[in-house]
T-cell receptor
Framework: GQNIDQPTEMTATEGAIVQINCTYQ??????LFWYQQHAGEAPTFLSY??LDGLEEKGRFSSFLSRSKGYSYLLLKELQMKDSASYLC??????????WGAGTKLIIKP | GAVVSQHPSWVICKSGTSVKIECRSL??????MFWYRQFPKQSLMLMAT?????????EQGVEKDKFLINHASLTLSTLTVTSAHPEDSSFYIC??????????FGQGTRLTVV
């Protein structure tokens, strides 16, 4: 079966760095997405990785290792507004998005 | 990024009535549109996938006669919840994919059936 695993909840301090991990097992791979979702709102796109390595975009970076079925989202200089759920999703061989359950990130002052 | 507009943002309807939700890609042609449902504190659940001009492909357990999907053009897809019941109350989200396989989400529609 297809499976995406990510921690249920994480807590971090304002100004710090946090890494949210995602491991996956899917039928085929056509890229991995990270989305941010605030409570009651639709997800917003953060990043897309299809090749191994690190993609940096401002305070957010995303890493992919296809051989290990592993990705992480790195958030630097955390701000209170970063409190949200972070969803990892993999596009399988049929170009369907397989979703993780999301990681709720709590930022404390 | 590309813009996907979903309307309405929220709707309250009486049990037994039907509700139509629209999803429009405003600045790109969406080859594929997806409809998701999300219960509180849960992840997105794919309901169906639709390609312009063809019938939608429904996920297992989703009633196609209850959740009617029409993808009439490359910029518009609609989801109609027919004969809605309180258990259909949920957050419905559409997403549209462009040729570069990126998926952009609408704002979501919160449906409450009373």
């Amino acid at each position: 079966g297809q499976n995406i695993d990510q921690p249920t909840e994480m807590t971090a301090t304002e100004g710090a760095i946090v890494q949210i991990n995602c491991t996956y097992q899917t039928s085929g791979f056509n890229g991995l997405f990270w989305y941010q979702q605030h409570a009651g709102e639709a997800p917003t796109f953060l990043s897309y990785n299809v090749l191994d390595g690190l993609e940096e975009k401002g305070r957010f970076s995303s890493f992919l290792s296809r051989s290990k079925g592993y990705s992480y989202l790195l958030l630097k200089e955390l701000q209170m507004k970063d409190s949200a759920s972070y969803l990892c999703a993999v596009m399988d061989s049929n170009y369907q998005l397989i979703w993780g359950a999301g990681t709720k990130l709590i930022i404390k002052p | 990024g590309a813009v996907v507009s979903q309307h309405p943002s929220w709707v309250i309807c009486k049990s037994g009535t039907s509700v139509k939700i629209e999803c429009r890609s405003l600045d790109f042609q969406a080859t594929t549109m997806f409809w998701y449902r999300q219960f509180p504190k849960q992840s997105l659940m794919l309901m169906a996938t639709s390609n312009e001009g063809s019938k939608a492909t429904y996920e297992q357990g989703v009633e196609k006669d209850k959740f009617l999907i029409n993808h009439a053009s490359l910029t518009l897809s609609t989801l109609t919840v027919t004969s809605a019941h309180p258990e259909d109350s949920s957050f419905y989200i559409c997403s549209a994919r462009n040729r570069d396989v990126e998926a952009f989400f609408g704002q979501g529609t919160r449906l409450t059936v009373v």
